[in-house]
């Protein structure tokens, strides 16, 4: 709802601004802060016990790598996902496991966020990752967990999306609400014309920029230029007295027949 209300807003000003008799696009900028993706993220792959993502438990119950507790943070414009981590690699043995690895951390994969080429939401995919000590700092002490990270890790991730449809259709509720009402065709072409333009990954939010198509309106007169305030005429009066003593003219003899029009 939070971009809803701020198209609104952006909306009211972009459109009731000057009636456009020119056609022209409207850009309009939305974002979400990364609380809402992580939120989104917890409700899309997280599912599993407090809040957990299960990327590996084998039938046997000896080796598992899960996942919980997802930060995000926008970071040269990818989305980094840091997530805490426990993994065991072991090798049954009857009823037994016989541990090799008992390793904590983090396990951290960089996203890259692209518009959906087939509807409007946004998606992710791993470009990086690396897995953390307990320090946060990098580690190779957990080779062996990496074989599950690439394999079961990247393809969870990967899934996490922000569907748009219906904050998108919340701004095409609004806008006949901000547009002029005696021309509905004119005002169906602008709902219509509402498009995703890109998709930036922001130090705290990601930003959407949106496109609207603007028509002109049919047989509309030019838009008169604004009228100065009393303040802004006696500014203009003085300056343009100053520009006349520095040409050296006559002050004296000006008359208000000869001042431009405004």
């Given at each position: 709802r939070a971009l809803g209300g701020a198209a609104f807003l952006a909306l009211t000003w972009l459109l009731w601004a000057g009636q456009p008799v020119a056609a022209r696009e409207v850009s309009m900028p939305l974002r979400f802060d990364h609380a809402l993706v992580e939120q989104l993220l917890l409700e899309q792959?997280?599912?599993?016990?407090?809040?957990?993502?299960?990327?590996?438990?084998?039938?046997?119950?000896?080796?598992?790598?899960?996942?919980?507790?997802?930060?995000?943070?926008?970071?040269?414009?990818?989305?980094?996902?840091?997530?805490?981590?426990?993994?065991?690699?072991?090798?049954?043995?009857?009823?037994q496991c016989l541990v090799l690895l008992d390793w904590t951390g983090f396990v951290e994969t960089d996203q890259r966020a692209e518009l959906d080429s087939q509807r409007p939401r946004v998606r992710f995919s791993t470009v990086a990752s690396r897995l953390l000590d307990q320090d946060g700092q990098p580690t190779t002490l957990a080779g062996a967990v990496w074989g599950w990270v690439s394999d079961h890790v990247h393809p969870r991730i990967?899934?996490?999306?922000?569907?748009?449809?219906?904050?998108?259709?919340?701004?095409?509720?609004?806008?006949?609400?901000?547009?002029?009402?005696?021309?509905?065709?004119?005002?169906?072409?602008?709902?219509?014309?509402?498009?995703?333009?890109?998709?930036?990954?922001?130090?705290?939010?990601?930003?959407?920029g949106a496109r609207l198509d603007v028509p002109a309106i049919p047989g509309a007169a030019p838009t008169p230029e604004p009228v100065l305030s009393e303040q802004e005429l006696a500014q203009w009066q003085q300056a343009w007295q100053r520009d006349r003593k520095s040409t050296r003219l006559n002050s004296s003899h000006s008359s208000v027949s000869r001042m431009p029009s405004s």
């Open positions: 792959l997280f599912t599993g016990p407090e809040s957990s993502l299960v990327a590996l438990r084998d039938g046997s119950g000896c080796n598992y790598l899960v996942l919980t507790d997802p930060k995000l943070s926008g970071v040269d414009g990818l989305l980094r996902v840091r997530s805490a981590a426990r993994a065991r690699v072991a090798t049954a043995i009857g009823t990967d899934r996490l999306n922000v569907d748009l449809e219906a904050p998108l259709g919340e701004i095409r509720s609004l806008l006949p609400l901000v547009l002029a009402r005696d021309d509905a065709g004119r005002t169906q072409r602008i709902v219509d014309s509402l498009t995703l333009t890109a998709v930036e990954v922001q130090a705290d939010a990601v930003a959407l």
